[in-house]
């Protein structure tokens, strides 16, 4: 049971039979086709070597396909992954000197073993501080950021930046060594595969082809424009005018690499790899829980961190680059019909094929189509509805959004997520800083007590009834203690003050401390505080610091108990 | 009224009477003695010349007088933000040097400029990040690191470190050059502040002082070991003998000066500047709390952030350091009798003609003594009993506690105090993560809906109905989903979910993220998404979105209407 829970191939290894076989493989072919040019533009987004991204899209999809728990994610090198590693270490060392991929595997390794960790110690919650704007915002505009990052490459030019004003300003400023064949083959993969990605599926569906068959077969238009391109690239040999292109890659199994044992680069690099392990978490999760809920099966988010984790660490000893669940590809190895893990298993198996016999195929692959295929991919993830969605819906949530946005584009991902954060978790502990609560009254000639704004009540002047709706903690305790005290300093004859806890689940630490002081502030004033409906557990707790016999007033079992000692019928 | 509630000095002054003057410039006089040895002692923790502590204690009170809502709190320079200032200045220069100064002054600047704001945006409630445990840690910690750091001066030997490790091993390789004058002086009056803060106050007790009385003449014992060391170090000359002595001050009124406009030093103290913003606000407001509900008297957080804002802005145009309201101080303007504000401003006048005339007096004064009164002052201030408390209470926020101690300690009060926010907001993430939910069925022959696991009551396969027992935001909109398609995987039968919602007061963009997912995965699941008793406020938003349109199934007014109309009763 408990060596399932973490080795999750268990499951379903044992009742692998031929015919689950045959759909693994056809998917897996799928996927392998279209992973190729993604791992290359990847790896070059993230300024690394092609076959960085061919490295990284083998170990750790195998040892995903072990620890995973996502029958069909598509784990491997993405967009905004590899545009916050670009980020991360760009900070430390330069895009194509001898320590950047230090750098990298180092942040790759770290990634790793923060993902295993979190997933070990059961900590997947830690991924709730991204709330939705947050993550939605932070996508965008890391997509805008990607999209604008890679107009160089389209256009032949030189360009640096990490957030968009540097990008624009780059760009402009070197836009007279404009390239034009590069121009022309990027500009026409572009236009071919937007019209694709917006005709083709309407057109391939009123000639009937099934919906889900078009949207895959939309998917793969990539491949063919890297077909085209390559072959014009080739019989022309256009590199020897000026075109980039992808070059040689060396064919052969990975290097096995170690991660850089220098702590002043872990030091430097941890907030890094941090980001990076909880904005990939993030996305791979909501792909694999949409995809595993169309098909009623589960993933389980602490076990997924162990599977992204370890995914990680193998790329790290493999030379590849941070790795994790990728939406598109998961979703065509979804429709193509993949039922395992090993769908993950045998395409790693398919790219090994690749790097071990075909590189040569790829020499050719002009570095402006990959720029093409990136600039589609991510100008899909832009998301203007959820902008709109979130405006209508909470002016709050949209603020954090907008902020994570704006800064993320200004000055860049890792300001901008952590922006982001902060400010969601601001908004929410303002939110939370203010427990319902509401002065009651009795209904004259019941049991029952409602609020004395909202109902004909029965009240009594040396006696106010406050009742509290929500567990006390923190965020709220503060706020409990300035209107238990603004009550009393407004109204001079109160003699006695209870709090009725029936809808108190917990009091922390902090709040505790401010029934202490409440308590004693309220003694000083003379007025004495009582507590009604204390809730078995809280009370168990109260009782092991001995807060009842600190406490000035008296603990009745019900807020009529209290009513009838402490109000209108009790002579003083 | 608008006026009133940002000058509290209107609230007062007009009202102001020879019998309150009488009790304000009392206080005055007794509060004046205390603070002319504090100030010059916390301005020496803060590695500042004495005269800056003094100039502190000038315009920052005026300016509170007018500004502030407490009545009684004596604001000025105070020993955790003395700590939290040498540490933020020391970073980037040293003390001593033309510059400390200067970047003394900007953070003074900027922690008075940030606390402004916050104050007219009515930002309190971010006070909320400190939980009780968290400060409560911290300052033990800092008070374990300032009396470390004093134990220089009194064995008269030079040591460094911002922290406890580096602060003791200095200390023990210095420990050779112990200067034996300097130690009997600084021991002698350590062994007299103890012993008169143990027994002395008793002692008057039980000669018939009243306690109040007895107690603020224990706070006075720092003046006596004050005047008497002053006057053997003047009268034997011993500075010539190598005793450290406060020196020559100079006389005159505080310059004025206008913080720096170096955007490079901004950048790297707005950290620093926050930091003791916060925990001076935190502090100096549960010191007023606790005084003006003795009173029945009120004080306005979000006014008491522009009251000390205000002050810091002065502190940093006179010459001064950052200033806060002091605990004892404090307490002693309250027992001494303190009515109005205007006792502050009296205090101010003190010091003003202290620093005008009678600087000669405080030439002679031994460091080694103020040293010795900052160390009894701090130590007070280390509460183990509110650590054994906590322990004994909540172990969840006894480890906050103790990371924020043992953090500080080791690394010193930034990360310190950073360390225990963060894992405090990580633990109140995590309780509040899972909300309290339950899946209900009915009782029989009733309306009522009761939780399963607990009561005798009617369910049916086909539906599952679940209350949601709280508000549903970004911490804990993930679990709902999770626990939703668990359920779902789990029970094939499953046609209908009942989400039943009257606890729920607030859905945020994530939690209606979240619902749409849920939505959505259940429909490709099979099962209808229902919703009941949704709350008018979360409804009229949900309308905004039209999620009713999107949802699946219906939406019912009572879990009752749900069970009618998808219960055993309806035939399929």
Redesign the interface.
Same mark, same amino acid.
């Given at each position: 049971m408990k060596i399932r829970k973490y080795l999750p191939i268990l499951e379903w290894l044992p009742d692998y039979r031929l015919s689950i076989f045959h759909q693994d493989i056809l998917a897996a072919v799928i996927v392998t086709v279209m992973l190729i040019p993604q791992s290359l533009a990847y790896a070059m987004l993230a300024g690394l070597p092609p076959e960085v991204g061919l490295y990284a899209s083998i170990a750790p999809l195998l040892l995903y396909a072990v620890f995973g728990t996502s029958r069909t994610l598509s784990v491997g090198p993405v967009a905004v992954i590899a545009l916050m590693t670009a980020v991360a270490a760009g900070k430390i060392s330069t895009s194509g000197s001898a320590d950047y991929l230090t750098v990298v595997l180092l942040l790759t390794f770290m990634s790793g073993a923060i993902l295993t960790l979190m997933g070990l110690l059961r900590l997947g919650?830690?991924?709730?501080?991204?709330?939705?704007?947050v993550i939605s915002g932070f996508i965008t505009a890391s997509a805008i950021i990607i999209a604008f990052s890679q107009l160089k490459h389209l256009l032949g030019i030189a360009a640096n930046g990490h957030n968009l004003p540097e990008l624009i300003l780059s760009l402009v400023h070197n836009l007279s060594d404009m390239h034009l064949i590069t121009l022309i083959l990027g500009g026409g993969s572009l236009a071919f595969l937007f019209i694709t990605r917006r005709w083709l599926s309407l057109w391939l569906e009123q000639v009937g082809v099934s919906h889900s068959l078009a949207s895959s077969l939309v998917r793969l238009a990539p491949i063919l424009a890297v077909i085209v391109t390559t072959w014009i690239s080739s019989f022309f040999v256009l590199s020897e005018q000026g075109l980039a292109v992808v070059g040689d890659i060396p064919a052969g199994l990975p290097p096995l690499t170690l991660p850089s044992s220098d702590f002043t680069l872990w030091q430097q690099l941890w907030i890094g790899a941090l980001l990076i392990s909880i904005v990939g978490f993030v996305e791979s999760v909501s792909v694999g829980?949409?995809l595993? /809920?169309?098909r009623?099966? +589960?993933i389980d988010?602490n076990q997924e961190l162990v599977g992204l984790g370890v995914a990680n660490l193998g790329s790290a000893f493999s030379a590849g680059m941070p790795v994790t669940g990728g939406f598109s590809r998961s979703v065509v190895n979804f429709d193509a019909g993949a039922r395992t893990p090993a769908a993950g298993a045998y395409t790693a198996l398919g790219i090994l094929i690749v790097i071990l016999w075909f590189t040569p195929l790829l020499a050719a692959l002009p570095i402006t189509t990959l720029a093409a295929t990136i600039i589609v991919a991510v100008v899909s993830l832009i998301d203007w509805h959820a902008i709109k969605?979130?405006w209508?819906?909470?002016k709050?949530?949209?603020s954090a959004?907008l902020v994570t946005i704006m800064v993320t584009l200004l000055q860049g991902v890792e300001v901008g997520i952590l922006a982001g954060v902060a400010l969601?978790? /601001?908004l929410?502990?303002? +939110?939370t800083?203010r427990p319902?609560s509401a002065v009651v009254g009795r209904i004259v000639g019941t049991e029952h007590f409602r609020n004395i704004d909202r109902h004909q009540v029965e009240t009594c002047s040396r006696l106010v009834l406050l009742r509290v709706d929500e567990s006390l903690?923190?965020?709220?305790?503060?706020?409990l203690?300035?209107r238990v005290?603004?009550m009393?300093?407004e109204n001079?004859h109160v003699q006695h003050l209870v709090l009725s806890c029936q809808a108190v689940?917990?009091i922390?630490?902090?709040a505790?401390?401010?029934l202490e002081?409440i308590n004693s502030?309220?003694k000083?004033?003379g007025v004495l505080l009582h507590l009604a409906e204390v809730k078995g557990p809280v009370m168990d707790?109260l009782q092991?610091?001995n807060f009842p016999s600190h406490l000035s007033g008296q603990i009745f079992m019900s807020t009529f108990d209290a009513w009838q000692a402490l109000g209108p019928e009790h002579k003083v």
């Open positions: 919650f830690l991924a709730n501080f991204l709330s939705h704007p829980q949409t595993a /809920a169309k009623r099966e +589960r988010p969605h979130t209508r819906y909470s709050s949530d949209f959004m969601s978790l /601001a929410h502990l303002y +939110r800083s319902h903690y923190f965020p709220n305790a503060r706020y203690e300035d005290l603004e009393i300093s001079l689940n917990l922390d630490a902090s505790l401390d401010s002081s502030r309220l000083d004033a707790r092991l610091v």
